[in-house]
């Protein structure tokens, strides 16, 4: 393998490991936090998209607006359900997660009554540079700037603000942090509308370089929830190595055919075969499978595997 | 708690008797569309058999569903032709379904995860499992015969005289030995063999299950679901009674998809999508989950309303010289219809969960069981003039309501 060729490797399991950090963050803040199971998830994301569309389309506000006002936007409708469904729902973990699949088929509904079903696309200005024989979209750096960007304001927040502070005790103990004149209520809403807020931004992020569309929560919702539940119990450590080994496994397996089967079927041209890898699909399978064996492997997830070592 | 499983059974049996009748009074087309929410109702049963007896929410029921779809129609169209019967593709479509089944409850079951991790991964099954199916649009994906035909789902391919012909999913086709020809179960204005065929199999299963219900494997489901760490202490090994029930949900969902493919002649990436899997849960959890007959009644209800919404709203052109207003209205009003069933669904979920927690049949069942005597005498008039006038409508135009 020459050398850009392993450069562009490198990159490309780097872009797989941006996307799902940029999924999985706001998800992962809001179970490992609150330990509920937010299904709308992956509609919040959308909505984040849509916001960047309906400014720059519809408003024609300049993208990086849009982008700065999708998280805004998405934190607001995260507190709005927080306080109008989830509040009621505390301690029912299963009908939280009921409820929010509700908001999830709601949202997509809504989104899709009010702008149609097509997927439309956002242009924006950045090219590609070139590593040796390749184009490698600018973008993707950007991207994956930002997403680190991300997580180390989440690490910030959580770790030397006031809120950080309080949020982390209403999590570690709920009735001992209100005895202590924290507003437990406020905190749990606070936190989920960051979460939801984070997806927002993700969404924003992510919209121009994917089709817009009512449903494209669903394609990524599955995939942040298998990164979520592998990086186990600690929020941003969790994400982050089960991110980069899911991501790598997806990657390599995206890239590379494995072997074909051959099938009797009618082609043209003639030599009729099924390549098994070398597709973005085969990564998403191989990410599953791999997700799947590790789990039975460990069942605490990666960073809870951490922490029993410990 | 014995008095309100009888009422169970003995609504059961009310709503069997029009049910029998139905292929007289009606026309086909009426048969045909019970035919349909019987196998949503019989999906909606397993997903119940699990959630209500052992408290594992499965979203990905319909995983099993169409997997039993599809290897019923990849045999059923390979052998067809050959053997003139669909018996291997029967059990090849049982079998698929229990087998996936199988090994994702080893992989959730035996490696401990949490209730609400196995929630996760059998979503993600379906998700994925959507995207395999639509991805095998290609003239590459074949099983023998069988087209898989991503989006435009299975068909067989054979070759005629001039071109490449399509030809569809078989019925089910029984030919025992001592039959003289093989007889198909379909469902037409000369035959409603294909309805009974839908209706004998969702009362043996319901029959099958309640036994199972009660044996010890449901038993100690449930007291699984109440308290697994005190079950396991007692000596029980509660991975094991978990993966059995439901690798038997998992194959009992793979019956109904199996149906399906059989009933439509038909099956394409759509029984994998998010809105299937979604209607599923929706119609356990309006029905109820504390019995098996919850599933069915949430099938019927979202089933009814759907297509009552349907026809509610009329898809009259605008009329050119109408006020930007009326436009306005009337586009909406049109967009709302078509995506009537996910903006229904969500509702029912958030409502059912929010205001109604056991969905319908718990609160109906107790009714009948605490006020035995008037009880009955209200439901079985009540349905004698529902099917009476359902009659009186549709073959002499007679419509009330």
């Known amino acids: 393998m020459s050398l850009d060729t392993a450069v562009i490797m490198v990159l490309e399991i780097l872009n797989s490991i941006t996307i799902l950090v940029l999924l999985a963050l706001g998800l992962a803040l809001i179970f490992g936090m609150m330990r509920i199971v937010n299904l709308a998830q992956g509609e919040f994301f959308t909505v984040g998209a849509f916001t960047v569309l309906a400014s720059t389309r519809y408003a024609h506000l300049p993208l990086w607006l849009g982008m700065l006002l999708a998280p805004l936007v998405v934190a607001g409708l995260g507190i709005a359900i927080e ?159 089960s991110a980069s080994a899911l991501g790598l496994i997806e990657a390599l397996i995206s890239r590379f055919p494995l072997f074909t089967i051959a099938t009797a079927g009618h082609c043209t041209p003639p030599p009729c075969e099924i390549s098994i890898g070398g597709s973005a699909f085969f990564g998403q399978i191989a990410l599953l499978i791999f997700a799947i064996l590790l789990l039975r492997l460990l069942p605490q997830g990666i960073s809870g595997f951490w922490r029993q070592r410990q | 708690m014995r008095r309100v499983s009888s009422a169970e059974l003995l609504s059961a049996l009310v709503l069997l008797l029009p049910l029998l009748a139905v292929p007289w009074a009606f026309k086909p087309y009426t048969a045909n569309v019970l035919a349909v929410y019987m196998i949503y109702g019989l999906l909606a049963m397993s997903l119940g058999l699990i959630w209500g007896g052992a408290g594992i929410m499965s979203f990905g029921q319909t995983a099993f ?98 071109n490449i012909a399509n030809f569809q999913i078989p019925p089910v086709t029984l030919w025992l030995p001592g ?76 019956l109904a998809g199996m149906l399906f493919a059989a009933w439509g002649r038909f099956v394409n990436p759509d029984r994998f999508g998010l809105a299937f899997a979604a209607s599923t849960v929706v119609y356990v959890q309006l029905g109820g989950r504390a019995s098996l007959l919850g599933g069915f009644v949430g099938a019927a209800i979202i ?17 050119p010289d109408a006020g930007p207003w009326i436009t306005f209205l009337m586009e909406a009003g049109r967009r709302i219809v078509r995506e009537a069933p996910l903006l229904v669904q969500g509702a029912v979920l958030v409502g059912v969960v929010l205001v109604l927690k056991d969905g319908v049949t718990p609160p109906l069942f107790r009714v009948l069981a605490r006020h035995r005597r008037w009880g009955w005498w209200l439901l079985l008039p009540a349905v004698l003039v529902y099917f009476g006038h359902r009659v009186a409508c549709q073959q002499a135009d007679l419509c009330v309501f």
Not at chain 1, 149 to 160: A, H, N, P, T
Not at chain 1, 212 to 235: D, E, K, N, Q
């Open chain 2, 179 to 254: 039959m003289t020809e093989p007889f198909a179960f379909k469902i037409n204005r000369e035959s409603a063999a294909g309805y009974y065929l839908v209706l004998g199999v969702s009362v043996a299963v319901y029959v099958l299950t309640r036994a199972l219900v009660r044996s010890r494997l449901g038993r100690v489901a449930v007291a699984i679901r109440e308290n697994e760490p005190r079950v396991a202490s007692l000596g029980y090994d509660t991975r094991f009674y978990k993966f059995a029930l439901f690798t038997i949900a998992g194959a009992i969902a793979g």
């Open chain 2, 303 to 319: 089933g009814h309303l759907t297509s009552y919404l349907a026809e509610v709203v009329p898809f009259a052109t605008i009329p």
């Open chain 1, 83 to 241: 306080r109008a469904i989830i509040r009621r729902l505390y301690g029912r973990p299963l009908d939280v997660m009921l409820a929010t699949w509700g908001v999830s088929l709601l949202l997509i509904g809504l989104i899709t009554v009010t702008f149609g079903a097509v997927t439309q696309g956002i242009p924006f200005a950045l090219g590609n540079f070139s590593v040796g024989r390749y184009q490698y979209p600018e973008y993707r750096i950007v991207m994956t700037t930002v997403a680190a960007g991300l997580m180390l304001s989440v690490y910030l927040l959580f770790r030397y603000t006031a809120f950080g502070r309080r949020a982390r005790a209403t999590i570690a103990n709920p009735d001992m942090a209100s005895a202590a004149g924290i507003n437990t209520p406020r905190m749990f809403m606070l936190t989920f509308g960051l979460g939801a807020g984070l997806a927002g931004a993700a969404g924003a992020i992510m919209a121009p370089i994917v089709g817009v569309v009512p449903t494209m929560g669903v394609l990524y919702i599955a995939r942040a929830f298998i990164t979520v539940v592998v990086g186990g119990p600690i929020v941003l450590l969790g994400t982050l190595s």
């Open chain 2, 65 to 162: 569903f169409g997997i039993g779809a599809y290897a019923y129609g990849a045999i059923g169209l390979n052998l067809i032709n050959r053997t003139q019967q669909t018996h291997t593709a029967l059990l090849g479509g049982l079998a698929a379904a229990a087998l996936l089944a199988a090994i994702v409850g080893y992989f959730m079951f035996y490696g401990r995860i949490s209730d609400v991790y196995a929630s996760i991964i059998t979503m993600a099954l379906t998700l994925v499992l959507f995207a395999f199916a639509v991805s095998t649009g290609g003239d590459e994906w074949v099983i023998g015969v069988a087209r898989l035909g991503g989006f435009n789902g299975m068909f067989g391919q054979g070759e005629s005289s001039q």
